[in-house]
């Protein structure tokens, strides 16, 4: 049985981000993946956000594998054939210091585990983390699928990601359930980078986003994307699993949806699809957060829920939850206590973090969406409508047009109803 400081189960952007806080910390770390290298089991959209990538790995931008640098972001509300859309581009995050890149998880991640390694941390490929192993209560290891397969550890982090089987078995999470997980589609599109740059309307080598709503989910709760690489686009779609389900709906029906939106199509002709993938994102929030530590264990994460799907932030709050336990975890190895109350450092510091106060700032949307699914319907159709009515040059008097607007808003949405919307969403948001 080989003795480790710290073993980090799973090497994702918090597992390989908790290994490398760890082992800088100067603890003997070993990441275990079950994947032929880490990545492989990886999907993102993927925007990367540099604040956050640039305390694990500082200045990452010179060597990392990423695609464009973003310089905008737009939003696209889809109805029927229509799209209203609005966005913002700033050429200065074009240079340092950059604002978020796009990336593809596979290079992303190995060259994040090779900057894991370079640290002095171990990584153990192919090997699937089974179970925790317990001395009374306290965690004191791991218990792998090969033979004589079992580590110890003075502290174990769990970066296992959304399938959160460790983090139930240890009797910190409970099991995903279908309201709290989208699952989300996503094909890597083969496109010449001069088509997209012209498409996007981008100078040589600059990136942008595309965030799409309403009838891009079919009014299901959830987002479509669109994200320029070097050579190709990751259009992806995702929708909580509930309404999936209960709309009989598969994750395919999703992408295929998407893909037949003409504001969609236009920006794909003549691409050739490379990669499809599938996987789940925890949308849960801040109220489903789980119980992040326990004697000799942190969680981290998405296994930990961390994610903020407002703003499509996942990787830095995975990055900067697994710097945290990392840190707190070396700490509370040298002062030689690893029991809960040490390990409650952890909960306090991601709450002092952007990393909890955000999810804590956002822990109603969740239920506001739930309980007002019109804002996803009724609404990208009245934004549509008002646009096409107040833009068409029919001769019709801009005061009369304004009057029409107005009524066709009212027969869509009483004025009662639309005064609790507005009301219902800012306190959601705000
Ligand atoms: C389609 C999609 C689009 C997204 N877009 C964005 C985006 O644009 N920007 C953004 O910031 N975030 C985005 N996210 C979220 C982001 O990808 C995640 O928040 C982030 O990857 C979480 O990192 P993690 O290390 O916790 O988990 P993961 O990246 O899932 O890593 C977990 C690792 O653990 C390994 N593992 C699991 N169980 C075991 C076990 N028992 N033993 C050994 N190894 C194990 C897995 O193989 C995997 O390598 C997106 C997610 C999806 C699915």
């Known amino acids: 049985m080989e003795n480790f400081d710290v073993i980090v189960v799973g090497g994702g952007p918090a597992g390989l981000s908790a290994a490398i806080s760890a082992v800088r910390a100067g603890m003997k770390t070993v990441v275990i993946e079950r994947g032929d290298y880490p990545g492989t089991k990886n999907v993102m959209g993927g925007i990367l956000y540099t604040n956050a990538t640039n305390m694990i790995v500082p200045e990452f931008w010179k060597e990392a594998p990423l695609e464009r ?32 890149h796009s990336v593809l998880r596979v290079p992303f991640d190995r060259w994040l585990a090779q900057q894991t390694e370079k640290a002095g941390a171990m990584i153990i490929t192919e090997t699937l983390v089974e179970d925790l192993l317990y001395k009374d209560d306290q965690v004191i290891g791991v218990r792998t699928g090969r033979a004589q397969g079992d580590l110890e550890a003075k502290v174990v982090i769990l970066a296992e990601g ?45 990136g942008a986003t595309i965030e799409l709503y309403g009838d891009a989910t079919a009014g299901m709760m959830g987002v479509g994307f669109i994200y320029t690489n070097r050579e190709s686009i990751s259009l992806g779609v995702g929708a909580l699993l509930e309404p999936l389900i ?32 599938a996987h789940l994102i925890p949308e849960g929030g801040y109220n489903y957060v789980p119980k992040l530590y326990r004697q000799g264990v942190m969680v981290v994460g998405d296994t930990a829920m961390l994610l903020n799907s407002l703003h499509r932030e996942g990787s830095n709050l995975a990055m900067i939850s697994g710097k945290i336990a990392g840190e707190v975890a070396a700490e509370s190895i040298q002062k030689g206590d690893t029991s809960e109350k040490a390990m409650a450092v952890y909960d306090t510091r991601l709450r002092d973090s952007f990393v909890l106060k955000d999810l804590y700032h956002y822990r109603h949307m969740g239920k506001f969406f739930e309980n007002n699914p019109h804002i996803l319907t009724v609404y990208p159709q009245v934004l549509s409508q008002a646009a096409r009515m107040y833009l068409t040059a029919d001769g019709t008097p801009k005061k009369q047009r304004q009057k029409e607007i107005m009524k066709m808003v009212f027969e869509n949405r009483s004025k009662i109803g639309l005064i609790r919307d507005i009301k219902n969403a800012w306190r959601a948001l705000l």
């Open 246 to 277: 209960r709309q009989h709906w598969t994750p395919n029906d999703l992408i295929e949806n998407l893909k037949s939106k003409p504001y969609v199509k236009r920006l794909l002709q003549g691409g050739e699809t490379k990669e499809y993938l």
């Open 162 to 206: 959304v399938n959160n089987f460790l983090a139930v078995k240890a009797k910190l999470a409970n099991p995903l359930k279908t309201e709290t997980v989208a699952v989300t589609v996503k094909e890597i599109i083969a496109l010449p980078k001069e088509t997209i740059e012209d498409r996007f309307c981008l100078e040589k080598g600059q």
């Open 69 to 100: 640098p973003i310089i905008e972001q737009r939003f696209a509300m889809l109805s029927g054939d229509q799209a209203f859309m609005a966005g913002f581009r700033d050429p200065a995050w074009e240079a340092e210091p950059y604002n978020a």
